[in-house]
């Protein structure tokens, strides 16, 4: 069999499986959560944008968040700038959380929207600050202290949790047959920012 053949058999295959998803979420928004492990993969990257390209042309509604722990650590020690992390949160303090909007609000997330455009669709990148996309509350987090021996509640600074969602502004975004492409930096009503 020839390789085009077989390549032709595959994608055919493919489809078949996905045949049954693409009639259920045809017409339905569907978020997809890109990791910043996953970025660091050239090759998975470029993947995973043509799946988001396919996602739309089948007639579904792809919302892209992402993250970028390791671009973020990266500058971080570049800029020689120490954080520390407590139960996997990073510790975010003003100058930290700086460096974590220039990351994914910047580079990370208009790679993204260069990928899925590269491959055929039309993204539009943004973060949870533009249009008060993302509401968010301030997070704390509660570990147990052995010098205590009771239960202590840590301040990891600019670090929230999702709030609020507005959809109006996503539905603009999909309404105008763009890609939102969401970099997961929130405020709350004071104007804080968190990631």
Do not use: C, W
């Not at 499986?17 to 660091?40: D, H, S």
């Not at 455009?117 to 997070?139: C, E, M, P, S, Y």
């Amino acid at each position: 069999m020839s390789l085009k053949r077989e390549a032709a058999l595959n994608i055919a295959n493919v489809l078949t499986e996905a045949l049954p998803y693409i009639q259920r979420f045809t017409g339905k928004t569907i978020v997809v959560k890109f990791g910043g492990n996953a970025m660091v993969d050239p090759e998975l990257h470029e993947s995973f944008a043509r799946d988001v390209v396919l996602m739309k042309l089948v007639g579904m509604n792809p919302v892209v968040v992402h993250g970028g722990g390791p671009q973020i650590g990266a500058l971080l020690a570049k800029l020689n700038i120490h954080t520390e992390f407590v139960n996997g949160m990073r510790v975010t303090d003003a100058q930290t959380m700086d460096v974590v909007e220039m990351v994914l609000g910047g580079s990370v997330n208009k790679e993204i929207v260069s990928s899925i455009n590269r491959n055929g669709g039309k993204a539009i990148g943004v973060t949870g600050k533009d249009g008060q996309l993302i509401r968010a509350r301030k997070l704390t987090v509660t570990r147990h202290s052995p010098e205590l021996n009771a239960s202590e509640i840590i301040d990891i600074g600019h670090v929230g949790e999702v709030d609020q969602i507005d959809t109006e502004v996503l539905g603009v975004i999909l309404g105008s047959n763009f890609i939102p492409v969401i970099a997961p930096i929130g405020s709350d009503a004071a104007g804080s920012t968190y990631n």
